[in-house]
């Protein structure tokens, strides 16, 4: 399974940006997924979640009614809709999916097996 997320960039405080994490080797459809980002000299910490239907989704709380999690399991594909973004949201955000189907929704990184690249986010103040 290869996760490939795209769409990182450089923008100013209060723009948007959305995040896409496109799947190969692996029909996404069935599973849980998640994005976590890394800042700088920190660690990496769970953004947001979304069960294999979408009906169940999870935030952190720093992004909480700014960011969306959404997917298109037809298109194999995951999005985060980040608006109203802060210069701490500055990151490397990377897409993350389990091996196994069905299972709920994690804010725990080791709950997910398979990672991407990464995407960069810069939001300048």
């Known amino acids: 399974v290869q996760l490939q997320a795209s769409g990182g960039g450089l923008v100013q405080a209060g723009g948007s940006l959305r995040l896409s994490c496109a799947a190969s080797?692996?029909?996404?459809?069935?599973?849980?997924m998640g994005w976590f980002r890394q800042a700088p000299g920190k660690e990496r910490e769970f953004v947001a979640g979304?069960?294999?239907?979408?009906?169940?989704?999870l935030y952190a709380e720093s992004v909480k009614g700014r960011f969306a999690i959404s997917r298109d399991n037809a298109k194999n594909t995951m999005y985060l809709q980040m608006n109203i973004l802060k210069p701490e949201d500055t990151a490397v955000y990377y897409c993350?999916?389990?091996?196994?189907?069905?299972?709920?929704?994690?804010?725990?990184?080791?709950?997910?097996?398979?990672w991407g690249q990464g995407t960069l986010v810069t939001v300048s103040s």
């Open positions: 979304i069960n294999w239907s979408g009906a169940s989704i």
């Open positions: 080797g692996r029909t996404l459809g069935g599973y849980a």
């Open positions: 993350a999916a389990p091996k196994i189907s069905g299972t709920v929704v994690s804010r725990r990184s080791p709950s997910y097996d398979y």
